[in-house]
């Protein structure tokens, strides 16, 4: 596609210019670049053309945020999501008449759009111009949410169209070349854009996150972007801020959450709902605006090992993260760790195995099309329905470009995620950011924890490597060390007691066998304490040498004085225990068996 830059500085008031100040109107046939967050590209189509329009935005929150907005009242605007139907949408068209309006809809309700326009009778594909909003979201969703891509079929169809986004993935669908489409750039010139960012690798997030959190403004508002509400809800376990916290994230989630008893998660964006910790999922990095009287920190959070799909992109992710907030904000902060396991392959390679996979896939096809063997045609189809190139094509079996562009972009990010280095010099790439590497090292990292929270190992597994840790705390008092062990406590309370109590080599000895561990320490304990010299002093206050005692009492006796030194005896006692503290023979006491204590042996 060919590119068309356009340079623009700010305006006579030293701001920094909205769109309707630097383009009349978005052109048709347009991918439009516009570099920085907040120019108004939706408000611009909404306010400044004279047209109707569609405009689809990949999540509800911005769609009620826009409708909910008063400026935007006098626009006859209507938002079409879940929950809204197509006779509504009918009933909006007719009551505006030949007025202009402006549709925006999720990509999921464009399907009710069309329907309304059928009912209407009015060719939708020259009533309205089509505006795709945010449009790298169709690339970066498109693996988990297939139905992002539905309108795309129809979007070129239209006469009048545009995508546009202040972070373009590159598009390969040839769709846009045969209908000469152009990539329109704004160029800032002679003013700062760029923002600080401090990029901070680590071997433990959370340790490092707790870290932070001693530090944070007990009166101002934190707000952490992550993308895992299990790994939200674990942050906000263990800072224990589950009182103080607020979470914004996708209908499921909040559902998730409340079956944790948590309260305070929501789907829509609201500022009475801020609290001083705010956690958003990736449904509220794009597109919605918040607007704060303070500047508050932002922590963007990755923990490749938790969850690979908390990986933030620099490019789009934290470019539209650090645009969120309208008044600005006083730090941002990355806290991630990386995986030398992840691969960082060219772009040339990425694109290759794509090929590849495409190749493997249409051979095998041709062999299940001309199979005529029943079993033979199921093998085939079974193997097709496994490869990575069946999840590349749409419902018809087509190519779905965006789902390779998908696959290229994330095979990408993967690389980033591979060393911290790599992702320094991709923030560095961005031309966004100022940006502020830093290191954190601690002694047990995620992947230590990973390993005793791996639920794929035997119990055996497990044990050895909390047994193996433990003995790398020895003689560690520091904080760290002491919470580590809490960890390992919470993972498998028992093998950490059984460390403590018979240590590494008798656990190695008894081959780990539960049974086997339990017996040894319930015999450590009883020498320990049996031995020990209350013990010992009481027995041999009630106990004589030279004496005879009855058989019966000595059980009696030593029973009472195990319970006052609490003494958990691995069997029965008999009067046989006495001989673990005295030399004994027997005799008689008249004629009643007895033992005479001949000498002392503790």
């Known amino acids: 596609m060919k590119i068309e830059y356009i340079d623009f500085t700010l305006n006579k008031e030293g701001k920094i210019p909205y769109l309707t100040e630097i383009i009349p109107q978005i052109p048709t046939n347009t991918i439009l670049y516009k570099k920085l967050t907040g120019l108004g590209a939706t408000y611009s189509e909404l306010s400044n053309t004279n047209r109707s329009s569609i405009i689809v935005e990949p999540n509800v929150p911005v769609i009620v945020g826009k409708c909910n907005d008063p400026k935007h009242k006098k626009h006859n605007l209507f938002g079409v999501y879940e929950g809204i139907y197509t006779k509504d949408i009918v009933n909006f068209i007719e009551q505006k008449g030949k007025k202009h309006f402006k549709l925006l809809t999720t990509p999921e309700s464009f399907r009710k759009v069309k329907d309304a326009f059928e009912i209407l009778d009015l060719d939708i594909y020259s009533a309205a111009f089509f505006l795709f909003d945010e449009c790298h979201k169709i690339v970066k969703d498109v693996d988990y949410r297939a139905d992002i891509t539905l309108p795309l079929d129809d979007f070129f169809q239209f006469d009048n169209k545009a995508l546009v986004s202040a972070t373009p993935i590159e598009l390969s669908d040839p769709r846009f070349n045969k209908q000469d489409f152009k990539i329109l ?61 607020t979470v914004f994230c996708a209908p499921k989630s909040v559902n998730k959450l409340k079956e944790h008893k948590f309260k305070k998660a929501y789907d829509t964006w609201k500022k009475q709902d801020v609290s001083q910790y705010n956690f958003l999922t990736s449904r509220f990095f794009n597109a919605f605006d918040i607007e704060l009287e303070e500047r508050p920190d932002i922590y963007i959070i990755s923990d ?189 309370a028992f093998i950490v007691e059984a460390y403590d109590t018979i240590g590494r080599e008798k656990i190695e000895e008894l081959n780990y066998s539960q049974s086997k561990i339990r017996e040894a320490m319930i015999l450590k304990r009883f020498k320990e304490n049996s031995k020990g010299t209350e013990a010992v002093e009481l027995i041999k206050t009630s106990f004589k040498v030279g004496q005879k005692y009855r058989i019966s009492w000595i059980k009696n006796e030593i029973k009472r004085i195990y319970k006052l030194c609490n003494v958990l005896p691995p069997k029965a006692v008999t009067s046989d225990t006495i001989n673990e503290y005295f030399h004994t023979s027997p005799a008689y006491i008249r004629k009643n068996r007895a033992l005479l204590l001949i000498s002392e042996k503790v």
């Open 304 to 492: 490749v090992y938790v969850a690979e799909h908390s990986m933030v992109d620099p490019f789009t992710d934290a470019v539209q993260i650090a645009g969120r907030f309208r008044n600005g904000v006083s730090s941002i902060n990355h806290i991630y760790n990386t995986n030398q396991d992840l691969p960082q392959r060219l772009l040339a390679e990425i694109k290759l195995t794509v090929r590849t996979f495409e190749k493997v896939y249409s051979t095998i096809k041709k062999y299940y099309d001309v199979a005529t063997n029943r079993a033979v045609r199921d093998a085939l189809s079974a193997i097709m329905n496994t490869s990575p190139f069946k999840s590349m094509l749409d419902e018809e079996g087509n190519k779905n470009w965006f789902a390779i562009d998908n696959y290229i972009n994330e095979a990408k990010l993967k690389g980033y995620y591979h060393d911290k280095e790599s992702l320094w010099d991709a923030y560095k790439d961005t031309d966004m950011f100022y940006v502020l590497p830093c290191s954190q090292y601690y002694k047990f990292s995620d992947l230590d924890r990973l390993k005793i929270e791996d639920k794929s190992q035997s119990i055996k597994e497990k044990r050895a490597i909390i047994v193996s840790q433990l003995e790398e705390l020895e003689g560690d008092t520091t904080s760290l060390a002491i919470e580590y062990k809490r960890t390992l406590i919470n993972a498998d």
């Open 185 to 245: 750039e704004l160029r800032p010139q002679d003013f700062e854009y760029k923002k600080d960012i401090k990029v901070c690798w680590t071997t433990n997030v959370l340790q490092l996150i707790k870290n932070l959190h001693s530090k944070m403004n007990p009166e101002g508002h934190s707000f952490f972007f992550v993308n895992s509400t299990d790994m939200i809800y674990s942050l906000m376990q263990q800072l224990e801020i589950l009182d103080k916290s």
